[in-house]
């Protein structure tokens, strides 16, 4: 295990740590070794990518490790750059996660196009791994990113906390590294992936494998498949919003200056909602691999924290961290019964935090307030 | 209009028809004229096909409309093909809407692909119409429809019935053709397709639009687009059910014989669920024209029987139908709640009927024994 110079960065093709733009100067990358993977064969030369705001204290009791979600990044907060980060308002000075007084650690998942070796990284033989990825589960991250976090001196966090597949990946860390996870937060997805989840994951992935440019996942260095990226990202982005969201922004009104009544179905003009979702299918083709997409919605969908651990209730037993479970109301996609049968699971009295928001499932990212509030109260106890 | 010959079939390619099977021998075309078309424009020669039960009687009081949904046909009923319908259990001698004593027609809507003219037709230039084809509204084939019934010398219907994207037709024949309805029976639908129900039509239509076998629409006499069909049937179908239903049916087991969890992303096995949709996906793309879906999909994008008619009060003021509303308690798609406001906005006191079921949307297609029951009490008065 090393700490590698900045400057390395194993990537082919678009890289997607590129479109992190100022915030790249602030990510570290650390190689790990070769990973025995859950299921047979071995990654070699794992690097991951992280970022960190604080100090490490003395005695190494201050450490906090978050977990991003899907499309993700370790860029959680500003810290040092100009660039926003994905819980800004959560993670800082003077914030819920002070970074005055925390030392904060996050990683981007193997897999990922942040940086971490993934689909886009170059293998042994030179060429980018493409389609030649193995497949990789949340266990297996997290056997990967215990072996960073040991390395930067700190054996147990104080709280290893995210949402949706972030909150898959601290309640597998809670369950895999019982003695490492003092307090777990675990927000907006249940144990195990359900089959409504796995359904929404396969026509995603199927879209992006049946883009023109895909070239069954060794795009790299020529066109590379934005169209199908985009469309995977137009059905995700619906299931995190609600019908009320979408309905009460956009109605049936068109995008202003288009009809979409006009001309042909090839050449009509857009409803205003088709417009957004463009919007979103771009921004998330700009920025992130299509390959780490299939590759993380994959280890995603094998998330089951009681795989090869006997029922839910025995694979849990062994958790020693406090858990935080958290809901948001109008959550379709990771339903609130989800965290409920969670809770009921764990060890000990565990209620379920209700995050009361009308937006649907992205409300861990839009929630600041609240989800601040639940960690002042059930964790930090202030 | 003129009654045209059995064997007129306008199709290039692979002909959906076909996949009708013995039930094509029960279709029938007529030729209804040349369609001016609501937002401008001719389509021309328009043929439609159509299936009838039972017999018109002698004061031609005894029709009823029967409007399929998105990728139905006209065969509603077996008849006397040995080719269940869709509704078979509600068409027939002895079924609610019983063919001794009714005269039932089914039309296949323009812009479909069993029969009547649509993007899979050929045009006056003597090629199919493929991307050429006009985008069309539910009001252009309430109008076409209308030709074709009083031509079957039927000038009201006692009863005007569909649910989804039929109920959508019904409810348009209801406002458009105000004498010509005197039941209208609007299931699983509401007064205008929402920002939800456009938005998740978007990445259906891109799917197709994106397989490397589109080729902008004009793909008859080659490949066709199986592939993006099928994930647009893969997203529908997901809408058309319940998490509930999915979960129950599948949860997390794997396809017996495959492991979801071995090889790499692009070999691994699938889930059960995985597999189920593959299945509806590839039962679909083998019998119906990617076109067609798109051309329908957007009339059903269209769908708003306020649009032109002020207010949708104003808009439903002229009904003079009796019109049964109802909705399936667990339709994600098309929600109850719109079922509510298009009754609260109908003209008199119109209740709400639910369908009590756990399945989802498809609901309209699976509850025989509910949906008989409501028309023998609400429209058969039995």
């Known amino acids: 295990m090393s700490v590698l110079p900045r400057h390395r960065r194993q990537h082919d093709g678009r890289s ?87 030392f904060v650690v996050s990683i981007n998942m193997i897999g990922g196009c942040y940086g971490s070796t993934g689909p886009s990284s170059i293998a042994p033989d030179g060429r980018p791994w493409g389609s030649r990825f193995p497949l990789i589960t949340l266990r297996d991250a997290a056997h990967a990113e215990r072996r960073l976090t040991e390395s930067l001196g700190i054996d147990a966090f104080a709280l290893v906390i995210g949402g949706s597949m972030g909150g898959a990946r601290a309640l597998e860390w809670a369950v895999t590294h019982p003695d490492a996870v003092r307090h777990c937060a675990v927000l907006a997805i249940g144990a195990a992936s359900t089959a409504e989840q796995i359904a929404w994951a396969q026509p995603q992935v199927l879209a992006i494998r049946n883009d023109p440019h895909f070239a069954d996942g060794n795009y790299y260095g020529g066109h590379t498949p934005d169209a199908g990226l985009g469309i995977a990202r137009r059905i995700a982005h619906i299931t995190y919003r609600s019908e009320a969201e979408l309905g009460a922004r956009f109605g049936r009104s068109a995008q202003p200056g288009e009809d979409p009544l006009s001309g042909t179905n090839a050449s009509r003009g857009r409803y205003a909602v088709e417009s957004y979702l463009d919007h979103k299918a ?78 649907g499932h992205d409300g861990f990212l839009t929630e600041m307030g609240q989800l601040g509030a639940l960690l002042d109260a059930h964790v930090f106890g202030r």
């Open 16 to 102: 997607a740590l590129a479109s992190l733009g100022d915030a790249a100067a602030a990510v570290r990358f650390a190689s790990v070794g070769d990973l025995a993977l859950e299921r047979g064969g071995v990654l070699p030369d794992v690097v991951l990518a992280y970022e960190t705001w604080g100090t490490l204290n003395a005695d190494a009791s201050n450490a906090v490790l978050i977990h991003h979600a899907l499309t993700g990044s370790s860029h959680v907060a500003r810290g040092d750059t100009d660039v926003p980060g994905w819980w800004d308002a959560l993670v800082g000075p003077g914030c819920p996660l002070d970074t005055d007084e925390l």
């Open 282 to 359: 771009t921004s998330l083709a700009g920025r992130f691999d299509a390959n780490s997409y299939i590759v993380l919605s994959d280890a995603l969908m094998s998330h089951d924290v009681a795989r090869g651990r006997g029922t839910l209730e025995q694979a849990l037993a062994g958790v020693r961290a406090e858990v935080l479970v958290a809901a948001v109301t109008s959550d379709r996609l990771y339903l609130p019964e989800q965290s409920f049968e969670l809770a009921a699971a764990l060890p000990g009295d565990v209620p379920v935090h209700l995050v009361d928001a009308a937006i």
